[in-house]
């Protein structure tokens, strides 16, 4: 078991913990917004949001602050540098969908080709300049496990924790207005501040998310373990709990997976959570096939 | 949420004061002088075609489109604040909920009562038996435990006037209630509606282009089209009244409208004790011609119409 020579080793290990520590996070924090981003059909937004962030990478790129030896205080700033281009790129979405004419879909695939360009021609631009290669489109696009530092794990943790805070704190606001956004209002709830809490702490996690997932997957994170809990459970708390569980044990198998393959983690976790929200889906036809079964026989 | 402060029976409970708006962008008003004014314990129906301003009249009863003439108040208070302060109940007349989501019946009317609710607080025992009552008042405390999602249309309808009611607003607004429901559950809605009056002491506002809404039950009827004309009761709502306020729907079905003197005859509505006042003189305009509006609503008490099919304004 390479996986068990990986963990036993001082040095491999060194290399991975941050990682795994990230995973768990990213797992725990993306897994309880899914079940908000798949039942307010929000997927297609964290799209574009996730392919923002490129652009925003190529901007720290040509501020130099890219690779896996980053100081706490470049990680930080790499961190705010794509946050900000997340940001402003759910901005543009809402400002042009709110615009007669323009759809959200359409916006939002203007605004995910628009970045994911300017973040190839910065990137190309920057790793030009200091005559290097750059970290691959591979580990851009699916993420790179050996990419993740202490100092981006700390980063991941604090952040991770701060948006479980603030899901904590809002989360009657929340749920109220993500279960009916044009009544809410009208029982004392705040009319637009959740949807911006909402985007932020998408922008958050997915941001925090790239790093091991990468930017393809990043938006995968945020949608697999809610489809996945909703298709087992009708209670939220059970919902939420199965949501969390879908996506550690996914962390888990993907990254024994990639250890043990060779293959990249980031696809290896998103590849075990379609896993499991297949099984999930065929456990549920089972059962209504089942009780359609019982009902006949009654 | 709050308690309801003891009321007097004629205090207002909600007053338009000459109220205009008009949508930004948009040349024509969509309200234009509106003076009204509810009693505490009144059941008033606001009847009007589409887009004759009502779902703005509401919007802005609940404080969410900021007013740009006149004023409201609601309880004494401005919109905004009322609505903070839970007191008033809204039904919306279409559920955009997002009935996937996996919550329990009683979850979702707890919700209003919770939702400012200190977030490091848990909710107290009170709140759920104010909810399970809430519940009860509308007859479905059977369906307290499931899922949102597994409703039928007339017991969403239901669960979602226990949501309204549940904070114990003295207002309760509805909002095209019966659009779909067939006349048996327009009746059934009607007797529910006047049994949560005698029960809460609520104050009602029905909105509906659907004169067999408006007819069963209500006190007394204000017709809107963009303006007010306004009756006390029911039984001044002539075929006169109701081509006028209809004049462009059954324009664009018919062409040229006429409203048939024999029918004023026909139309009788007995709603009790009420007198006439006109807000404004809406026999002055000549009645439209063309097509014979034979109208015969009778709405005593919750009674849906008993004889020959009212006019359906959006027919």
Known sequence: ?????????????????????TGVAIAIVCACLAVLVVL???????????????????????????????SAAQAVGQFSIILSFCLAAAMIVAWMSARRGTSADTAIGIVLVAAMTLGAILMHAA??????????????????????????????????LAILVVLW???????????????????????????????VLLCLSIVTAMKLAGVVLATAVLVLPGATALAMS??????????????????????????????PPGACIVGAMTLLYALARLAGLAREGGMAGARAEA | MNQPPATTPH???????????????????????????????????ILGPNGGGKSTLLKLTLGLLDLQAGEIRVCGRSPREARREGMVGYVPQKVDAELAFPLSVR????????????????????????????????GASDLAERPIGALSGGQLQRVMIARAIAPRPRLL????????????????????????????????????????????????????ARTLHFHDAPSGLSPQVLGEVFRHDIAEVFGDVHVDAHAAATCHVDAGDHAHHHCCDHHGAPPPAGVTLNVSAKAAGAAAPDHKEPPRANA
Not at chain 1, 134 to 146: K, M, N, Q, R, T
Not at chain 1, 174 to 198: C, K, Q, Y
């Open chain 1, 234 to 263: 009708k209670r939220l708390s059970h919902v939420i709990a199965i949501s969390v569980g879908a996506a550690l044990v996914s962390l888990v198998i993907g990254l024994v997976a990639s250890m043990e393959l060779d293959w």
């Open chain 2, 107 to 138: 979850q979702v009317v707890t919700m209003p009562l919770v939702v400012n609710l200190a977030p490091w607080k848990r909710v107290p025992g009170e709140t759920l038996r104010r909810a399970d009552e809430a519940l009860s008042m509308v």
């Open chain 2, 173 to 224: 607004l509805l909002d095209e209630p019966t659009v779909g429901i067939d006349v048996a559950g327009q009746r059934r809605f009607a007797e529910l509606l006047q049994s949560l009056r005698e029960r809460l002491g609520v104050t009602i506002v029905v909105v509906s282009h659907d004169i067999r809404t408006i007819a069963a039950g209500c006190d007394r009827v204000a017709c809107l």
């Open chain 2, 11 to 45: 205090e207002h409970t909600l007053e338009y004061r000459g109220v205009s708006f008009a949508s930004p962008g948009v040349e024509a008003p969509a309200l234009s002088s509106i003076s009204l004014a509810v009693h505490a314990g009144e059941r008033l129906g």
């Open chain 1, 127 to 160: 790793f030009k300049r200091q005559g290097s290669q750059g970290p691959g489109w591979e580990s851009v696009l699916f993420g790179a496990i050996l990419s993740v530092g202490w100092s981006d794990a700390i980063v991941a943790a604090i952040v991770s």
């Open chain 1, 169 to 199: 704190w809002e989360r009657r606001k929340l749920i109220f207005w993500a279960f009916d956004e044009t009544s809410a209002p009208a029982f004392g709830a705040p009319p637009r501040s959740p949807r911006i809490v909402l985007m």
């Open chain 1, 40 to 70: 307010k059909r929000m997927s297609f937004i964290g799209q574009g949001v996730s392919h923002a962030a490129f652009g925003g990478m190529g901007v720290a790129a040509v501020l130099g602050l890219t690779g896996a030896s980053l």
């Open chain 1, 1 to 21: 078991m390479r996986t068990l020579e990986y963990l036993g080793d001082p040095i491999m290990r060194g290399l991975f913990l941050p990682g795994i520590v």
